[in-house]
């Protein structure tokens, strides 16, 4: 029975567990922290990022690695990839965890991305404003996620505070996109090279988290191809193994690459009850080498985010069609404790399933 190694044990390690083991696949987790959410689900190494002796009896138990998060050091990965296959590679971790690295990637791959400009200092910003105009976000290079290690500038003033605020160096201001919406496409790509697409999702943020994605999105045959091909172009150049999500600003009709996630992500979550095979489940048969799944949609899917805070699950539970998958996670502000996922015949009944949510679930994002 192969063994499947994830870094990382938090929520998409334990879905990813959750998807694997029904097709007989055992897994092993390693994570800094003693109480991650999927730590139950395989045999679990907790060990800091630095322990070479315990990554090493890791990758040794493992047939092939992962990763569920895209701030494994790198050099973790390329330690783990001498002695065991680790897919997606080590390289497009590199590319992920740096958004210079990202965006100079989208550019030469001939995709659409906002203006962008490294920062190092005070000089670099001021050169930057120059040339890329405010408003514009200044952020982290690395490390940011749901919204953290980046700020929003209307003016130099509150351009000078960020840039203290965020550190001063290893940061990149980039022009800031008026968008219409957030989309997603998320892809795969097998061992073979052959791949396979989710439809394009609609997403909507609150406070630079995720809040609700609705699938299909509502787009023309020329957009989804336009996501499906700039996808395309990312896993072929990066030889890419696995699940790929790039997410995405529409802006007069043009599609603006924002960033990747090298795994699987949280616009995905629908995909466990809304497509053939969930993104979860067609991860773990890529990195392994087997045959991708369909990705072919059951219905009209919305996946609403449990942040902060966690309904009563009997008044969820109540709901008709609503598929309740909470992380066993302490609650804390802004922290993602489940998800709330319906699958409807129609937009109309999936809206209506929304609205019943809202009644459930205080969130802004939800139609009332």
Not at 147 to 164: F, I, P, Y
């Amino acid at each position: 029975m192969t063994t499947v190694g994830i870094l990382g044990a938090g929520q998409l390690g334990r879905m990813l567990a959750l998807a694997g083991v029904p097709l007989g696949k055992r897994f092993a987790l390693y994570d800094p922290d003693p109480e991650a959410p999927a730590a139950s689900l395989g045999a679990f190494t907790c060990g800091t990022w630095d322990d070479a002796t315990r990554l090493d009896a890791f990758a040794a138990s493992c047939d092939v690695v992962t990763y569920e998060f895209e701030n494994v050091p790198v050099a973790v990965a390329e330690r783990l990839a001498a002695r065991v296959p680790v897919r997606p590679s080590p390289r497009a971790l590199a590319v992920a965890q740096d958004r210079v690295s990202e965006k100079t990637l989208f550019g030469a791959l001939g995709i659409e991305t906002a203006p962008f400009s490294a920062v190092d200092g005070a000089a670099d910003l001021d050169r930057a404003l120059g040339t890329i105009g405010l408003p514009a976000v200044l952020k982290t290079r690395r490390q940011g996620y749901d919204g953290k290690g980046q700020r929003v500038v209307r003016d130099r003033a509150e351009a000078a505070a960020a840039l203290s605020e965020l550190g001063g160096r290893d940061l990149i201001l980039e022009g800031f996109v008026p968008f219409t919406r957030e989309l997603s496409i998320l892809s795969v790509r097998g061992v073979d090279g052959s791949t396979a697409f989710w439809p394009l999702v609609e997403n909507v943020h609150r406070q630079g988290i995720l809040r609700l994605s609705t699938s299909p999105a509502v787009a023309s045959d020329a957009t989804a191809r336009a996501a499906r091909d700039l996808a395309l172009r990312v896993l072929e150049h990066l030889d890419y193994v696995g699940v790929l999500a790039i997410e995405l600003f529409e802006h007069e009709g043009r599609l603006i690459a924002n960033e990747m996630a090298p795994r699987v992500h949280n616009s995905g979550h629908g995909t466990i009850e809304g497509a053939t095979t969930s993104q979860f489940e067609n991860h773990v048969r890529a990195v392994a080498g087997w045959p991708l799944g369909s990705t072919e949609a059951r219905g009209f899917t919305a996946m609403a985010n449990l942040v902060g805070t966690v309904p009563p699950v009997e008044d969820v539970l109540r709901l008709p069609g609503a598929h309740l998958h909470l992380y066993g996670k302490t609650a804390r502000p802004g922290r993602k404790l489940g998800h709330v996922t319906f699958v409807e015949p129609d937009r109309e009944a999936l809206a209506r399933s929304l609205r019943a949510l809202s009644r459930v679930v205080l969130e802004p994002a939800l139609p009332r």
